[in-house]
């Protein structure tokens, strides 16, 4: 069940499946797990978004093959279609009624809903007309940096650097005309092209914050995540210029709040100048905390009104519950999010910071692997990657490397034995090829290992390690049809995790710490910043974290990974 926008307690989503191979099967269920970002306790770890997981092996060859080309999603009563397939279904709006069809107006009542759900929080909500907004004191033109502006920067000159509250950035580029079009997301059967419009990010012409009313205050969440420093970075220079003069660091994630033991680390430009040279996080990071109430009375002790919070799917839920107990305790407060997750997995965002590094520094681990597969008698090749519950930077690594001979992602089941198995494949490599190299998601394959049930602090369970399992049953493969193969095994998740942000990302981040102060000083909260057909824009926290982003396997993306392996389905 989902609430309101802003009092997410859960969600319910199941896949509709309809093929004439499997007419008599109507339904997959999905396995349900916990965000795999920070999970705080008590009230905030209610709010966190819910993860979604494939089912494998479970499910007959044939509904596997369905999963992910034909996915409907049910969300607060509506059905969104993906490669449609089930023809007497109908989508119901965010407000729970049933979209008619067969209603002419029907793409335009879609539309306002639409719009209703990415409409951004904003002061003015709560607060009416007792917030007057001001002449921003954002201006690139004019300027001393000597001087003090904080009732604006004095020009006779009107400037043109910046946005309308009415810009906005149109989400979906491709107007798919079939339900079959590889990666089709569809509203309805027909496919009908209906625009869907975003809040385009940047500086507004008018503020609702005086700088040197402003004590703001930036935390990172979850694991660690190449391009944390650089966000951190740009927050505190951009901060800077609008004019405020109080920032502060919170020390190790939400735990910052409530540990006795932490203070708050002052931060300026002069602290956070060369910090974006080293990898990491100067604040550091955690999982868990304290309930969304300590946090806010922290806040509220400390005068803290502009929280800026950097991480995933349950941090930007923390995030969330933290901007509307704001809300509800009528605090000026500005919440916004800035999505950090080095797997790829935020909704509706071309990418994530951290995403391209991880993939360029994955090329080093894959190289080496397949220098010790193609050097070795029979050699075999294995490289985990990142991707608890979506499979990007394997697919991407892989593509990037030309070196993948099988890719194995948490979106595709497959089998280990039998006929069309990844080890009878591998026999066929090793026989043709003489090497193999694998790459593997760190989320595939859980089916094949024991589950402990075990959890870590962000209520997430601990996966198996399907890299060493993979390992074993090859070598025991080779082994009981008297033969060999020499298998190595590599894991550079935490050299990943830990290096510089590339020039890419550094982009990126930069770019989206400018914006998160943008949309904090303009009034918005609740919000996060992200990239949408390679503009930057803001969205509704709620609508980023409804469920995990995943590899479609009907997607074009995927299809060229499968080129690039030549891997047969092993199912």
Partial sequence: MVKQRGERVGLSLQFLLFSPEVAQIKRADLAITQSSEVLPMDSLAAATA?????????????????????????????????????????????????????DPRWPSRFQEDFEARFNIPHLTDVFRDAVVPIPSTFCLRMRSPTEEF?????????????????????????????????????????????????????????????????????????????????????????????????????????????????????????????????????????????????????????????????????????????????????????????????????????????????????????????????????????????????????????????????????????NLHGPHGVLRHLKYLLETKGSAVICVAEGAGQDFLHKTNATDASGNIVLGDIGVHLQQQIKKYFKDMGSTADVKYIDPTYMIRACRANASDGILCTVLGQNAVHGAFAGYSGITVGICNTHYVYLPIPEVISYPRVVDPNSRMWHRCLTSTGQPDFI
């Fill in 150 to 414: 904080a009732d604006g920067y004095p020009s006779d000159e009107t400037w043109h650097g910046y946005v309308n509250n009415n810009d906005r950035v149109l989400l979906k580029t491709i107007r798919y005309t079939s339900p079959t079009s590889a990666g089709a997301e569809c509203i309805d059967p027909d496919c009908t092209w209906v625009e869907q419009w975003v809040h385009r990010a940047g500086p507004r012409e008018k503020i609702y914050f005086k700088p040197e009313e402003v004590k703001a205050a930036i935390v990172t969440c979850g694991g660690l995540c190449p391009g944390l420093n650089d966000v951190i970075r740009q927050i505190v220079i951009t901060l800077e210029i609008y004019g405020v003069k109080k920032i502060v660091g919170i020390p190790f994630g939400y735990r910052g709040f409530s540990d006795e033991d932490l203070s708050e680390m002052p931060l300026s430009r002069q602290v956070v100048q060369n910090v974006h040279l080293s990898g990491g996080s100067l604040l550091g990071v955690s999982r868990g905390g304290p309930s969304v109430s300590n946090i806010v009375d922290r806040m509220e002790e400390g005068g803290i009104n502009m929280l800026f919070v950097l991480g995933g799917n349950g941090t930007h839920a923390g995030a969330n519950a933290i901007h509307n107990e704001c809300r509800k305790r009528r605090l000026k407060v500005a919440v916004v999010g800035v999505p950090k997750t080095i797997d790829n997995d935020i909704l509706l965002m071309d990418k994530t910071f951290g995403f391209d590094t991880a993939v360029e520094e994955a090329q080093r681990a894959i190289n080496s692997a397949y220098i010790e597969a193609h050097s070795a008698y029979r050699g075999v090749g294995i490289v985990k990657l990142m991707g608890r519950s979506s499979g990007f930077i394997a697919m991407h690594a892989s593509l990037a490397s030309g070196q993948i001979d099988i890719c194995l992602i948490p979106e595709v089941p497959f």
């Fill in 50 to 102: 819910p993860k979604l997981v494939i089912p494998a092996t479970n499910s007959p060859p044939s509904v596997q093959r369905l999963i992910g080309s034909r996915l409907i999603l049910k969300r607060t009563g509506k059905k969104l279609f993906r490669a449609h397939a089930a023809e007497n279904t109908r989508p119901r709006s965010a407000a729970g009624a049933t979209i008619d069809f067969s």
